[in-house]
T-cell receptor, first 116, second 115 residues
């Protein structure tokens, strides 16, 4: 079956541009997560959705970052007025059930964002 | 704030060798600990999950142990193969009520197994 897919795989943006990153989770998965992975670092939690509800956005680094999942399936991470420090790989993960800490998270391949 | 450290940062071994990857964390009030594998250009794959009440988990040639009180975990890989070459990441979640899902990752260990 299909895993988690993300698009685009690579994105180059000029500083100040807005970007939108898409995540298609595994069909039927209730929970969806976004992570940011800077070069040479481990992933850092950004936000968590349970169906269409954004239950935790504590990891979003600034108000330029916005995520949505309006129908409880596909999710979009939007970054406004991109800055060079936003350059990273953005990973999306989904899990089948409500996230209580014991579920396997299935990760997508990520979107590599480079801000010039 | 929970901090996760992985040692070594990189490791190169000949095929067939047994090896150990180390992970330490600063806050022992964890809910679980997971080991992931990351291949270049690909996402993370979960290898093993150890609940805070457990001491170890095994899957094939992989064995992960957890010593919560000392804030340490090890991933043991037996009879390493070139296909094991990847970055191995350790992640913990805090026992924090409603946000047990929130993972804190280490920087990873880059493993190269030479044929």
């Amino acid at each position: 079956g299909a895993g988690v897919s993300q698009s685009p795989r690579y994105k180059v943006a000029k500083r100040g541009q807005d970007v939108a990153l898409r995540c298609d989770p595994i069909s039927g998965h209730v929970s969806l997560f976004w992570y940011q992975q800077a070069l040479g670092q481990g992933p850092e939690f950004l936000t968590y959705f349970q169906n269409e509800a954004q239950l935790d956005k504590s990891g979003l680094p600034s108000d330029r970052f916005f995520a949505e999942r309006p129908e409880g399936s596909v999710s979009t991470l939007k970054i406004q007025r991109t800055q060079q420090e936003d350059s990273a790989v953005y990973l999306c993960a989904s899990s089948l059930r409500l996230a209580r800490g014991l579920e396997t998270q299935y990760f997508g391949p990520g979107t590599r964002l480079l801000v010039l | 704030k929970q901090e996760v450290t992985q040692i070594p940062a990189a490791l190169s071994v000949p095929e067939g060798e047994n090896l150990v990857l180390n992970c330490s964390f600063t806050d022992s009030a964890i809910y679980n600990l997971q080991w992931f594998r990351q291949d270049p250009g690909k996402g993370l794959t979960s290898l093993l999950l150890i609940q805070s009440s457990q001491r170890e988990q095994t899957s094939g040639r992989l064995n992960a142990s957890l010593d919560k009180s000392s804030g340490r975990s090890t991933l043991y890989i037996a009879a390493s193969q070139p296909g094991d070459s990847a970055t191995y990441l350790c992640a913990v979640s805090l026992n924090s009520g409603g946000s047990n899902y929130k993972l804190t990752f280490g920087k990873g260990t880059l493993l190269t197994v030479n044929p």
